[in-house]
């Protein structure tokens, strides 16, 4: 066992863990923030993204004890239903919320890049999120979503 310290949506934590247990197990099992999907357990569809010091990730890929010292934002460090952050506001206006199980590392992926470059091509919005699958075939609309949040405040 080891302790590990994580600032977890601006909160911060220190956890005893098994060096063998991943940051998905952590934020989900220990922490609560259930809004950090799995989905293939295998970095290949992006329903576990978190971003992890500015960089998003594959939760599921990462151990716990590699995030030590990290500052951590998951879905639910992103906006609420009162204060829906940017994002999160055009991907429901656009429709881009199907079934939601992809929704939140797809909220996080766009967040980041957004944080990064404010007004993103076509083809970088795509690039952004292409670690992210949708098994609704939702994704003109979530690029549509992405290039409306990218919008938003320039009009």
């Given at each position: 066992m080891m ?30 923030l259930i809004g950090?999907k ?6 290949e569809?992006g ?5 992890l010091?500015?960089?998003?990730v594959n939760?599921?890929?990462?151990l716990?004890?590699?995030?030590d ?6 879905i639910e ?11 999160q506001?055009?991907f ?6 199907q ?5 939140p ?8 890049l ?6 993103p091509s076509?083809a ?10 949708c ?5 003109d ?8 949040a ?6």
């Amino acid at each position: 066992m080891m302790d590990i310290k994580l600032v977890v949506n601006n909160k911060s934590h220190i956890l005893t863990i098994d060096p063998s247990e991943r940051l998905l197990d952590v934020l989900r099992n220990r922490l609560g923030l259930i809004g950090t999907k799995e989905g293939c357990g295998e970095g290949e569809c992006g329903a576990c993204t978190v971003i992890l010091d500015g960089k998003t990730v594959n939760a599921c890929l990462v151990l716990a004890a590699q995030a030590d010292g990290s500052v951590i934002t998951t879905i639910e460090g992103v906006g609420n239903r009162r204060r829906p952050h940017p994002v999160q506001k055009a991907f429901v206006e656009v429709g881009a919320v199907q079934c939601g199980f992809c929704t939140p590392g797809m909220v996080l992926s766009a967040k980041n890049l957004l944080d990064k470059k404010s007004q993103p091509s076509d083809a970088e919005i795509a690039v952004a999120m292409s670690g992210n699958l949708c098994r609704c075939t939702g994704y003109d609309k979530i690029l549509r979503a992405v290039k409306r949040a990218s919008l938003e405040g320039k009009e």
